[in-house]
């Protein structure tokens, strides 16, 4: 299966009102609807298969641009990093920067919700060591070490 073929022709539709309601600005149903075809395509072909993982993807994506609710979007950028690479995604730049976005979600969730993010800490450093993002492994490590240490 190619990473890069097209949707079968009965999801175009559907990818088509996803598609104009990003380009309208409109990222909150965006994100709906990739979530709603996600559901449809994982139930059809599988978590694993391009076509899902694909759309898992453009909602990650989505949903970091919107900016609305780190928590979730931490928890849905380390899924898809993980989720990328056990199927073996392609491209992997793709991948690398679900990882690399997730830990810039993470930086902004421990700015706004600390305890939020020192919950998040733990599953986004797997995800980063796992990717041997060592440098941002080691920017978690150090927050982590001067929250403890600062609220002693």
């Known amino acids: ?3 890069t073929a097209p949707l079968p022709a009965v999801y175009e539709p559907f990818m088509g009102r996803l598609r104009a309601a990003e380009h309208a600005g409109d990222l909150p149903a965006a994100v709906v609807l990739a ?3 996600e559901q449809a395509l994982e139930g059809a072909y599988g978590p694993l298969h391009p076509y899902t993982v694909n759309v898992l993807t453009l909602r990650a994506a989505i949903t970091a641009r919107q900016g609305v609710d ?3 979007t931490v928890e849905l950028l380390t ?3 993980l989720r990328r690479d056990e ?3 392609q491209p ?3 991948t690398v920067r679900a990882a690399r976005n997730a830990h810039a979600a993470w930086k902004r969730l421990s700015l706004e919700d600390p305890e939020g993010a020192m919950e998040l800490c733990e599953s986004v450093v797997k995800m980063l060591t796992h990717f041997g993002e ?3 492994t080691q920017d978690i490590l ?3 070490e001067q929250t403890r240490m600062g609220s002693r």
């Open 1 to 3: 299966m190619e990473w």
């Open 35 to 37: 979530d709603q075809l």
């Open 70 to 72: 780190w928590f979730d």
């Open 79 to 81: 899924r898809t990093a």
């Open 87 to 89: 199927a073996g995604a």
């Open 92 to 94: 992997v730049s793709e």
């Open 134 to 136: 060592e440098r941002r």
């Open 142 to 144: 150090k927050w982590v």
